[in-house]
């Protein structure tokens, strides 16, 4: 039972480098996103999805691209990397995006640092 | 806008001891649900307990509760028994169903909670 597969685990990038992180869920969940979470800040909503080939900005897309292919994956792509998104990133899905009920499910979250 | 607003940034319980971690929020949306998540120092977002805004019990789930004051539009985390594992962040949270924030959960800063033992 894999839930919500992230990875890598830990990524070390330089500055202007570009990168994917890969998000996987096998729960056929229609909603995926991204979220960040840094120090003091709780978390933020980067991107998100209601659907595969629907795909919409959250509060802090900067930087960030995604698709949805596939109901399964949703990748997140950094495009040049800055110190700034160094952070920790969640993916995280649910069942459906049209109420209000469905808990998300995270991934258990990358720490990017960028030097 | 919805916001969540968590006023206690640490809390210490002892062992087996209860505990309420707080959570206010606002929000236009008539449909929304308040959910808590538990993140421990091995990093992962756990859920716990989610409560709808239409529901007129306080939800539980074994030593979690939440006081739902719709009124006052707090959503506080009761933990009963405490135990050293308890020892994370958590996070109070809220989803709508529609409007401008669509699927969107929205976080509080957190509240570090410490179990003695």
């Known amino acids: 039972n894999a839930g919500v597969t992230q990875t890598p685990k830990f990524q070390v990038l330089k500055t202007g480098q570009s990168m994917t992180l890969q998000c996987a869920q096998d729960?056929?969940?229609?909603?995926m996103s991204w979220y960040r979470q840094d120090p003091g800040m709780g978390l933020r909503l980067i991107h998100y999805s209601v659907g595969a080939g629907i795909t919409d900005q959250g509060e802090v897309p900067n930087g960030y691209n995604v698709s949805r292919s596939t109901t399964e994956d949703f990748p997140l792509r950094l495009l040049s990397a800055a110190p700034s998104q160094t952070s920790v990133y969640f993916c995280?899905?649910?069942?459906?995006?049209?109420?209000?009920?469905?808990?998300?499910?995270f991934g258990n979250g990358t720490r990017l640092t960028v030097t | 806008a919805q916001k969540i607003t968590q006023t206690q940034p640490g809390m210490f319980v002892q062992e087996k001891e209860a505990v309420t971690l707080d959570c206010t929020y606002d929000?236009?949306?008539?449909?929304?649900?308040l959910f808590w998540y538990k993140q421990p120092s091995s990093g992962e977002m756990i859920f716990l307990i989610y409560?709808?805004?239409?529901?007129?019990q306080n939800a539980t789930e074994g030593r979690y509760s939440l006081n739902f004051q719709k009124a006052r539009k707090s959503a506080n985390l009761v933990i009963s028994a405490s135990q050293l594992g308890d020892s994370a962040m958590y996070f109070c949270a809220m989803r709508s169903a529609g409007g401008t924030s669509y699927g969107k959960l929205t976080f509080g800063q957190g509240t570090i909670l410490t179990v003695h033992p």
């Open positions: 409560q709808g805004s239409y529901d007129q």
């Open positions: 929000t236009s949306d008539p449909s929304y649900g």
């Open positions: 729960m056929n969940h229609e909603y």
């Open positions: 995280a899905s649910s069942y459906s995006s049209g109420t209000a009920n469905s808990p998300l499910h």
